[in-house]
């Protein structure tokens, strides 16, 4: 972070939106928490706004609220169609309006992304523009009827009243990412041949009703405006260029809305619309927000948003007239204090986003939202600022860590913010864990961020990261340490155990030198691709990332028969939930490598592996030079074992090395001992 955020030209002018007035032109887009209680939003969300609140942001829309009974999709989503809803806005609006910051309210309804069994007692049909089934839900919707459209702009605009009899700010109307309003709006799930489909006015005629409605209800005392995807990514199908543009004509020719909020996607390009690692390059919409600039003129202002990661990004689009707005929301879950940090010159402390979208990962488990690299997201009330207790002097402890991985540097960065004397020792020549193998592989270099994220601080935190250094017993002992902290992760099994065969410990065959593990496989195919033959089947249980991208490692260095190989229902199934799928599958399907799935191993016998369908289907044999396996960690518990009664003042464990998990876990661990300790 080399610029001095205070001098950036564009961003800090403040901003006239309709009635609202911004301080500044940096925003966070509405985006779901799943924090809700009895469809209603709780003292949780109160408390994640107002920490972005506090953390800088001028304008923060709330997570989409459904503004109608058949818009719900998630189990813990709120409402906005009723009076109960306005004493929690209130909360809301008075919480963040301590702080200067703008609160909107973003007003939705699923359309066909639901299930019409979501709610065991109101099981009730999707309502769509037509009866085309989402790709992700896989039910047909109702195709709306006109006293449905009817009964759905009363209730819009009914929510709108609530939102300002709150206090709060303004409305969003959703109508990007294929929810109901946007299905509308695109050609590929509007086949209507009323009034509501066909012509760029049909089409734009519900979402003006419900401005209509809605200003009825509010008139000109709160904001209103729209979201839209200016292009769903679908070719021709869908949403592209010149329908948006006379879309967007035809909405702001209105006269109703005081913005568009550009993004772009939808539900069979999601991830467009959340563009997970590596996907996108920065602000990649800003292009479309420019256009739509233009289009609109003086009639209504322009937000953008789309992995715009820094307030440099910002600044140049806000500059160059692309946007008046610019959202940089991940940036705000990863940190809710990024703005605040680079105003006071405090940006070597920001955990910044490297669009692992493990919040995305939650919100599709239909579970509460967090940032998988920072643990107070989600955990405001716990962890928020000014939680952090400071060692009371003379407490002061001398706190070694063994392991600089996720979990041992997080801990390292608060024991050592809150006054503990900390020197991490690191066997490995760099920092970071497992997180410095995943970054080797195409398209993952995003996870240097993370890594960088709990690096950056230790410095000038005062933490001795000692690398190179292998921890024991007795080098311990000789360290006179008040605790120690063992955060010595974990390392790929190469045994093949699976709970798809308990009656076995291993695969027959795997001790041959053909076979490694997926961690010791990649650091092959980093330094010698070659040396893995041309013939590899990969053997995935991890659901994730880690096998694909060693597979297109290896076609790119030259190998021709790549396979990975599952007996789960589907090849990285986990990458569905974090949006990567879409992203990575068409680039290694392209390249050659074929994805198997419902398989397992039998054995391995020299170069022949033979492999069975999991359901008593078909056996084959292939042919390879090595086979990988990619399926659990074993904890690296040795030091532990051999520490924890050797008769050390004080002794922790933490991460991994418990339990292989997630990364989310690991961090958690770290956060939370920590803080503690
Ligand atoms: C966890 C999460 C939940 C989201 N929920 C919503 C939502 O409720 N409504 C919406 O319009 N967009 C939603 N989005 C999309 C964001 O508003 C935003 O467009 C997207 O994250 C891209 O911006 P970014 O790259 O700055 O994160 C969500 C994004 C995330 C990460």
Redesign the pocket.
């Known amino acids: 972070m080399t610029t001095n955020a205070a001098e950036l030209k564009h961003i800090w002018q403040p901003l006239d939106i309709g009635p609202m007035r911004v301080d500044h032109r940096v925003m966070?887009?509405?985006?779901?928490?799943l924090y809700g209680v009895d469809e209603l939003i709780s003292d949780r969300h109160v408390a994640y706004y107002r920490e972005r609140a506090m953390g800088g942001a001028s304008l923060l829309?709330l997570?989409?609220q459904a503004a109608h009974p058949s818009g719900m999709n998630y189990d813990q989503g709120c409402i906005a169609w009723e009076p109960r809803v306005v004493p929690m806005y209130a909360k809301l609006a008075d919480a963040v309006h301590e702080f200067g910051t703008q609160q909107m309210v973003?007003l939705?309804c699923c359309g066909a992304q639901g299930l019409s069994t979501m709610f065991v007692d109101r099981f009730r049909p999707l309502w769509a523009a037509s009866p085309i089934p989402s790709s992700v839900y896989n039910e047909r919707p109702k195709a709306m009827e006109k006293d449905d459209i009817h009964e759905l702009v009363e209730h819009f605009g009914r929510s709108a009243f609530n939102v300002m009899t709150a206090g709060l700010d303004g409305v969003e109307i959703?109508a990007?990412?294929s929810?109901l309003l946007g299905e509308f709006l695109s050609p590929a799930f509007n086949k209507r041949t009323d009034e509501y489909g066909g012509s760029v006015e049909n089409m734009c005629r519900i979402v003006i009703e419900v401005g209509e409605e809605i200003r009825k209800r509010v008139g000109d005392e709160i904001a209103v405006g729209v979201?839209l995807s200016a292009d769903e990514f679908l070719g021709e199908i869908g949403i592209r260029g010149d329908d948006f543009e006379a879309q967007l004509d035809v909405l702001a020719g209105s006269g109703l809305f005081d913005y568009f909020?550009i993004?772009g996607g939808g539900y069979h390009t999601l991830h467009v619309?959340?563009?997970p690692m590596n996907a996108q390059p920065e602000g990649f919409l800003a292009p479309y927000s420019e256009r739509a600039k233009e289009v609109v003129g003086h009639r209504a202002k322009i937000f953008v948003?789309?992995?715009?990661?820094s307030l440099e990004l910002a600044d140049e689009i806000v500059g160059k007239g692309q946007a008046d707005m610019v959202?940089?929301?991940?940036?705000q879950?990863a940190d809710p204090h990024h703005i605040r940090k680079r105003r006071e010159g405090r940006g070597d402390e920001i955990v910044n986003?490297a669009g692992i979208?493990f919040?995305?990962e939650?919100?599709v488990d239909n579970r509460e939202?967090t940032c998988a690299l920072n643990p107070v997201t989600g955990r405001e009330e716990r962890w928020g600022d000014g939680t952090l207790e400071l060692v009371p002097p003379g407490r002061e402890k001398k706190v070694a860590v063994v392991g600089a991985g996720p979990a041992g540097m997080k801990l390292a960065g608060l024991a050592a913010k809150r006054g503990h004397a900390v020197t991490v020792l690191e066997q490995a020549a760099e920092p970071g864990g497992n997180f410095n193998l995943i970054k080797q592989l195409p398209t993952r270099s995003g996870w240097q961020i993370a890594i960088d994220n709990l690096t950056r601080p230790l410095d000038s935190l005062g933490v001795d990261v000692r690398l190179n250094q292998e921890a024991t017993p007795s080098s311990l002992e000789a360290g006179d340490w008040d605790a120690v902290v063992v955060a010595t992760g974990a390392t790929w099994s190469g045994s093949g155990a699976s709970p798809y065969r308990p009656e076995r410990d291993a695969i027959p065959g795997v001790d041959q030198d053909n076979v490694i593990d997926v961690g010791a496989a990649i650091r092959r195919a980093v330094d010698d691709p070659a040396s893995l033959g041309a013939r590899v089947l990969i053997l995935d249980e991890t659901a994730g990332d880690l096998p694909l991208g060693l597979a297109e490692l290896l076609v790119d260095a030259g190998a021709t028969e790549v396979e990975v190989l599952t007996p789960q229902l589907l090849v990285g199934e986990d990458t569905m939930k974090t949006l990567d799928m879409a992203y990575l599958f068409p680039r290694i399907v392209g390249k050659g490598v074929t994805l198997t799935s419902q398989y397992f191993v039998e054995k391995i016998d020299g170069d022949a592996v033979e492999v069975y369908d999991v359901w008593g289907g078909p056996r084959r044999s292939v042919t390879v030079d090595t086979v990988v396996l990619a399926q659990f960690k074993d904890p690296n518990d040795a030091l532990w074992q051999s520490i924890r009664h050797n008769g050390f003042k004080e002794v922790h464990r933490i991460g991994d090395c418990v339990a292989p998990r997630k990364p989310a876990a690991v961090v958690y661990e770290g956060e939370q001992l920590g803080r503690e300790i």
Do not use: K
Not at 28 to 33: E, F, L, M, N, S
Not at 305 to 309: D, E, K, M, T
């Open positions: 966070a887009t509405g985006h779901t928490q829309v997570e989409q973003q939705f959703h990007a990412h929810q979201r909020d993004s619309a959340v563009a948003v789309g992995r715009i990661l959202a940089m929301t991940r940036a879950i986003c979208n919040c995305i939650r919100l939202v």
